[in-house]
């Protein structure tokens, strides 16, 4: 996350395909990213959104335990495909969640029905992020959840979800699949972040620590049938190979 900085690239990365070559799944949306960004550099305007992205930080980010924070407003500008508009637009109703979330929660130290304030916090934080159902349409490199404010056990159902939505995912079958949590920094028993790291010790690694406290989880690939052939070729007595 921390080469979203969009004025550091300035090479041309862009996959040259012949018209007649099929392009689909992660590599198409990879495709489509580096056009959009060569667009922007060949037309000389890195600058400009530079300062776009100044404009929406001064706009949106500010400090405080709810507040949105300047790689944020980064992750969701590139997310968008650098359109302002649409960044404004998604930034406008995470203040308008993360708002909620605040209230809601003031409201759980008072409140008898804390069940209802807490189902209702966990829809507001898991519409934050890639609907689940969709995440098979999103590039890899965007597989990015945040965690703030979840329960622990809100933290873990989600993650259940994600993992099992995305074990079905056509990319499982080619590779793993890595995806980026955002847990922040508390590392205490109970904490998100320490939980994770202990339930998952040989598929999460630490990564970023510029950015956020963020973990990368990966999902290993899917054994199809001709892994299981290539297996019995090797492990075979004697060997079918």
């Not at 862009?14 to 007649?20: A, I, S």
């Not at 708002?99 to 003031?106: D, G, N, P, T």
């Not at 999460?204 to 290539?230: C, F, M």
């Amino acid at each position: 996350m921390g080469s979203i900085i969009l004025g550091q690239e300035t090479k041309k990365d862009v996959c040259r395909l012949k018209k007649t070559e099929s392009v689909s799944g992660s590599r198409y949306a990879k495709l489509q990213k580096s056009i959009t960004k060569e667009k922007f550099i060949k037309n000389g305007d890195v600058e400009h959104l530079e300062r776009t992205v100044t404009r929406l930080e001064a706009r949106f980010a500010r400090k405080g335990k709810y507040q949105i924070k300047d790689k944020w407003v980064r992750f969701i500008y590139e997310k968008n495909k650098f359109n302002e508009k649409k960044t404004i637009e998604e930034l406008g109703r995470d203040v308008v969640a993360r708002k909620e979330v605040e209230e809601l929660y003031a409201k759980m130290k008072t409140c008898d029905d804390v069940k209802s304030a807490s189902q209702r916090i966990d829809i507001l934080l898991r519409g934050r992020n890639h609907p689940l159902g969709t995440l098979h349409q999103v590039p890899t490199d965007q597989l990015v959840f945040d965690f703030h404010w979840f329960s622990l056990r809100q933290a873990s159902k989600y993650l259940h979800d994600l993992v099992y939505e995305l074990k079905s995912d056509p990319r499982a079958v080619s590779g793993d699949i890595r995806i980026k949590l955002i847990v922040g920094r508390g590392d205490f028993p109970g904490s998100i972040r320490r939980t994770f790291i202990e339930w998952f010790p040989h598929n999460v690694s630490e990564s970023e620590p510029d950015w956020w406290s963020v973990l990368t989880l990966t999902i290993r690939k899917k054994a199809v049938y001709a892994d299981l052939l290539d297996l019995l070729a090797v492990y075979s007595d004697p060997p079918l190979r």
